[in-house]
């Protein structure tokens, strides 16, 4: 059975500026989410390619963190 593609792949940026890099099912869940954070209201999620694994997901954002994109708070 193939593994199921429902993870995407974003940015969360505050005006030009990308303060987290991220994946989740629920691209609106977690724009709400992160606008709950102190600076962070008037962000938006920028949506990085298709709808993919998990582990796709996962390992494109471990990618990034070892790109020196900002991952985690």
């Known amino acids: 059975m193939p593994a199921q593609r429902n993870t995407y792949k974003y940015?969360?940026?505050v005006g030009r500026k990308i303060v987290y890099t991220g994946v989740a099912m629920n691209l609106e869940?977690?724009?709400y989410e992160h606008r709950l954070?102190?600076?962070w209201e008037k962000g938006r999620i920028k949506k990085v390619g298709e709808?993919?694994?998990r582990d796709a997901a996962v390992a494109w954002?471990?990618?990034q963190a070892a790109a020196g994109k900002p991952v985690r708070l």
């Open 51 to 53: 709808v993919t694994t």
């Open 11 to 13: 940015h969360f940026k």
């Open 29 to 31: 869940q977690r724009e």
């Open 61 to 63: 954002e471990m990618h």
């Open 37 to 39: 954070h102190p600076g």
